[in-house]
């Protein structure tokens, strides 16, 4: 609808200009258009100036504003143009909404797009698990949001590296090497993949409240690590293998690929140089041995960046990897997705880059989220109370095969049909909500057909996949041309014009439930026009129309549900 906004925006200036004698047009125009409104009731009208906004200016009362300019303005783009108390009401008329679908046409798969990333490059550092450890519910945000971010960024223009930033280096390395060298055993390992890893590293910590010497040992073991030691290099690549096996599963069924998997030991011999910068610009500090950042004259405690042993620590590894992702690929803007308990991390590194004279620590973006928990039936678990994003996708998976051998026992490839719809369902149901808020997740809810779910959003899609299959079939050519003879047809379209600017909020915002939720009002504007009227039996002109519609609806979602890392299978 930008467009239209810009339109009335333009109309509502040189009126103001021409009656009142008031602005500067060419000026007002973007003022007005970011005043503009979407009515609560679309009987109203399509878009709402509160005229209010310019009493002061205007020296006048809200309703004499609105009538003076309703009495001065039209626009073929409006088939009405009406004063209601102290708003004008825009009515979007049928030439409009013709313009609107041709875009969607023309544009295809690229609609939506503005273009703003075009020439632009921007690192996502998303997932990044800890290795050796399993992959759980609580690494679905970083996940998915990450992952939706790189290809809304990708949507617009941007080209983007996915960085999986993988925690592989640091004491807990030389915890699971002295773990596996006392009690491991390498055929449980290789059979039971990074389960088994996880028992020993539980273990190492029983053991080690009894005997707090095994610290020592780990931190020695670490140690030799860090010396290149063949045995210890040759484990620990072992377990990075084996975590990527269990890891590879979730990234599969997600569709997710990463452009470097640069993890924290990639950095291991890159920050001494940038330990120097710090020390040059006279930044560390020794506190009790270790050397620190003093960050209390920007309300942050301090940041860590050597132990008293001299050994590096968590920003240190941050703040020498975007050194190297700025020299490398000279980003213009690094994104970095992780939970809001990691916030005054990066909130401290990123002022420490930028006291060490890199200017470009503007351009470190934290993208934030709150906390998942599990409610509704019991999930399976594992390792204690800790669900694993594995097991819950099983669960979604084997619990769609069953309503689907009930709703479509002849579907074919049910399985990957059943994986689609089972992942999506909590995808959906994570991004349908604001990313900074905790939420509490039952699969039950999620794996509605009804609702604002994932399952909906993608029945949905393959209706209109069924209803141009038919079509086709039936050879009816459906380019161009007909005619709209119902509200609803309209309500469609113009909900189709809101989806360039649910894209650039969604990148604006860093939040990709912009677009879930934007699926939610296609599918229920697109559900209601399919009950309503019909389309394969209409006739003429309005079945070219309604067609045109339901292909326009079709290439939309599949790119909307795209972006959100779902999949849109043709038959469900
Ligand atoms: N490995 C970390 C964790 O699991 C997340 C890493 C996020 N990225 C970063 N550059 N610090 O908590």
Redesign the pocket.
């Known amino acids: 609808m930008q467009k239209l906004k810009q339109t009335a925006a333009f109309l509502i200036a040189y009126a103001v200009k021409e009656i009142w004698d008031f602005g500067d047009p060419c000026v007002d125009v973007w003022k007005y258009k970011e005043m503009l409104e979407y009515p609560p009731d679309e009987n109203m009208g399509h878009l709402a100036f509160p005229c209010f906004k310019l009493s002061r200016d205007l020296r006048n009362a809200p309703p004499k504003i609105a009538a003076a300019i309703a009495e001065k303005i039209s626009d073929d783009a409006f088939e009405s143009i009406a004063a209601v108390g102290g708003y004008l009401n825009f009515k979007v008329s049928a030439n409009a909404l013709e313009n609107i679908l041709s875009e969607v046409e023309v544009k295809g798969d690229k609609y939506g797009s503005s273009g703003q990333g075009e020439g632009k490059t921007v690192v996502l550092?998303y997932s990044?698990?800890?290795i050796s450890k399993p992959f759980h519910i609580g690494h679905l945000g970083?996940t998915v949001i990450g992952h939706s971010l790189k290809l809304l960024h990708e949507f617009e223009g941007y080209k983007c590296i996915g960085v999986n930033?993988?925690?592989d280096w640091g004491t807990q390395n030389g915890k699971q090497i002295v773990a596996f060298k006392r009690w491991g055993d390498r055929e449980k390992v290789e059979r039971e993949g990074i389960d088994a890893l996880v028992e020993l590293y539980v273990k190492f910590h029983e053991e080690a409240e009894k005997d707090p010497s095994l610290n020592d040992e780990a931190r020695a073991e670490f140690k030799k690590l860090e010396d290149h030691d063949p045995e210890n290099i040759a484990l620990w690549k072992w377990f990075i293998d084996v975590s990527f096996k269990e890891y590879s599963v979730t990234y599969n069924q997600l569709g997710i690929t990463f452009d470097s998997y640069n993890g924290?030991s990639f950095y291991s011999d890159k920050m001494a140089p940038q330990i120097e910068v710090m020390r040059e610009k006279g930044l560390l500090k020794l506190d009790d041995g270790a050397s620190i950042v003093d960050l209390e004259e920007y309300g942050m405690p301090p940041c860590l960046i050597l132990k008293r042993d001299g050994t590096t620590l968590?920003p240190t590894r941050?703040i020498a990897?975007a050194v190297y992702r700025k020299n490398t690929y000279n980003f213009d803007k690094c994104i970095?997705v992780?939970?809001s308990g990691?916030s005054l991390?990066f909130a401290q590194w990123f002022k420490v880059v930028g006291l060490m004279g890199y200017d470009w620590n503007e351009d470190l973006v934290h993208v934030p989220y709150g906390t998942v928990s599990i409610g509704g039936a019991k999930l399976a678990t594992r390792t204690g109370n800790v669900v694993l994003l594995k097991d819950l996708f099983r669960q979604s998976i084997e619990k769609v095969h069953e309503v689907m051998r009930e709703k479509n026992p002849d579907l074919e490839n049910a399985d990957d049909v059943a994986e689609a719809v089972g992942v999506g369902a909590i995808v959906f149901n994570y991004l349908f909500n604001n990313r900074i808020k905790d939420m509490s997740f039952t699969l039950e809810s999620a794996l509605s057909f009804e609702g604002s779910t994932g399952p909906y959003a993608q029945y949905t899609f393959a209706r209109t996949c069924s209803i141009l299959e038919k079509a086709k079939s039936e050879g009816i050519s459906f380019t161009g041309g007909g005619k709209i003879t119902s509200a609803e047809e309209g309500d469609v379209i113009r909900c189709l014009a809101k989806f360039p600017e649910r894209v650039a909020a969604a990148v604006s915002e860093y939040e990709p439930s912009n677009i879930t939720r934007y699926i939610i009002d296609l599918c229920t504007a697109f559900n209601r026009f399919y009950h309503n009227c019909p389309i394969m039996t209409a006739e003429g002109e309005e079945k070219v129309m309604r067609l045109r519609i339901t292909a326009a609806v079709n290439t939309v979602l599949k790119s909307a549900l795209h972006l959100i890392c779902m999949r849109t299978p043709e038959k469900i």
């Open positions: 550092d990044s698990p800890n970083t930033h993988l925690g924290e968590y941050d990897a970095y992780t939970s990691q991390h």
